[in-house]
């Protein structure tokens, strides 16, 4: 099976983000020519080409990548920086390094374990951490670490200190896998790094426990679930993927969960996949996503 790292090998992702102008899509061309990259895929959105902000995703394939980078970074900072844009680049054939945060339920954390068992996502993930030890052995089963940090009680600081401690520095993004604990904001700012939440989508509709037992007596007929980074604003992150399921008067709220669960396994993996992939560009409290 040929994995996303094999198919990126001397691949880089090059994302633009500023003003919308004209003559930006040309200079951004004209230079992957001149450092001798083919460009694969380029995608890109102006959200008001009368004085709006343009978005761009670019991958290119350079023999040699590795080596190249200083040069291409450079050329970018003389090029783009006068036309008052912002820029990132990546080396596709280096995986994120992404730690997982799970509670008890385990259908999104075990999705993206076989996900990324089977080479479909594109990261690496040293850890995954849980305030409950239900899913240990499955974890450990897939090769990856498993830690257990208890989080009870009204004050969080010591399990919260302890993730921190845990993460800092060994990871570039962390997925929240039905993680049941409400981060603090000083947490978010010790971490660092982006954080992906994955939600059934009844918010604000049925807060609280036991969602799909009040959709069940509300009579709902579509279900779903939503991704979204975490801000410190709760459940209002900006939105990565979503996605919804039918439902009918027959199903019991076991059913509607069941089916509940199976939307987040799939939505909270496209998300990953597309962060991974650097095709989501956070803009305010929304997102940019070149699917």
């Known amino acids: 099976m040929t994995t996303h790292l094999e198919v990126r090998r001397d691949h880089a992702c090059l994302i633009v983000h500023g003003p919308d102008r004209s003559g930006i899509v040309a200079a951004v061309t004209a230079l992957v020519a001149r ?22 995703r ?3 394939h350079r023999p040699d990548l590795q080596a190249a980078l200083p040069e291409i970074e450079a050329d970018l900072d003389e090029t783009l920086d006068p036309l008052g844009l912002q820029w990132r680049m990546t080396d596709q054939s280096i995986p994120k390094r992404m730690a997982i945060l799970a509670s008890t339920s385990d259908h999104c954390l075990l999705e993206l374990l076989w996900r990324h068992r089977r080479g ?17 052995e499955d974890v450990r089963s897939f090769g990856i670490p498993f830690f257990h940090v208890p ?16 993460l800092r520095g060994n990871v ?18 010790d971490v660092g790094v982006p954080v992906i939440n994955i939600h059934h989508s009844f918010l604000p509709a049925f807060i609280g ?36 399921a039918r439902v009918t008067h027959a199903m019991t709220a076991a059913d509607l969960q069941a089916r509940g669960a199976y939307v987040e396994r799939a939505v909270l993996s496209r998300a990953v996949q597309w962060h991974a ?15």
């Open 35 to 56: 450092n001798q990259g083919n460009i694969v895929t380029l995608d890109q959105y102006s959200d008001n080409p009368e004085g709006g902000e343009f978005f761009q």
């Open 120 to 136: 479909e996502l594109p990261v690496t993930i040293p850890m995954v951490i849980s305030n409950h030890t239900n899913t240990a």
């Open 58 to 60: 670019v991958v290119f």
């Open 172 to 189: 570039d993004f962390v997925v929240l896998a039905r993680y049941m604990q409400i981060l603090s904001d000083s947490f978010l700012d």
């Open 277 to 291: 992939e650097d095709r989501v560009i956070r803009h305010g409290n929304h997102t940019i996503v070149f699917t």
């Open 209 to 244: 426990a036991a969602p799909y037992r009040k959709a069940k007596e509300r009579g709902v007929k579509l279900i779903g679930a939503t991704s979204h980074y975490v801000t410190q604003d709760l459940d209002e992150g900006p939105i990565i993927e979503q996605d919804v």
């Open 151 to 166: 989080s009870q009680g009204p004050d969080k600081s010591a399990a919260e200190a302890r993730i921190v401690e845990l």
